[in-house]
C-alpha cells in the first residue's frame, strides 16, 4: 500500500478540523439556547467563535462553510429548520461572516480579532433587523429597538472576539492568514 501524497494528508486533516469547527459551533449554538436571555430575539453569538476560527486558521472559503453548516446543523437539531429564526440566522450569519472576512483580509488595519468579530456581530444585528422589517414586522417602530440590539452586539462581540484571542494562542497549528507580523 503507497502512502498518502503530502497535499491529500493535509486536505484531510482540513477537513477533519474543519468537521470540528462545525461540530463545536452546533454544540455552542445548541448551549446557546439554555441560557436564559432577556428577550427570546437575543442571541449570544458563541458559535461564531468557531466561524472566526476557521476565518484565521483556515480560510474564506472554510469559514463559509463552517457558517453554513452550523446554522443548518443548528436548527435542525433546534427544531427551527427551514422557519423564520433558520433565515434569519442564515443570512445574519454568512452576511456577518462576508464582513469578518473582508476586514480581516483587508490586511494591517485598525482591527484586531475583536474588531473583525464585533464587525460582524454588527452586520449580524443589523442585516436580521432589516429582514425582520421587510419580511416579518413592517413596521418602523421595531428600529426603536436597534440600540438595544447594538449594544448587545458590541458585548458579544467583544467577548467572541476576546474568546478567539485567547483560543488563537492556545491553538498548536499556523494561522493560515495572519495579521501579525
Known sequence: MKPAP???IAHNKKIVIMALMVALGVILHRLEALLPLPTPWVKLGLANLMTLMALIYLGTREAF???LLRVILGSILGGTFLGPTFFLSLVGGLTGTAIMCGIYHGGK?????????ICG???HTFTTAICVYFLLIKQTSFFVLLPFFF????VTGTLTGIAGNLLSRKMEFPLKYSQAG
Do not use: K, N, Q
Open 109 to 117: 488595519g485598525p482591527f484586531s480579532l475583536i474588531g473583525v468579530s
Open 65 to 67: 462553510i463552517v457558517t
Open 151 to 154: 449594544s448587545l452586539a458590541l
Open 121 to 123: 456581530a454588527y452586520t
Open 6 to 8: 503530502i497535499d491529500d
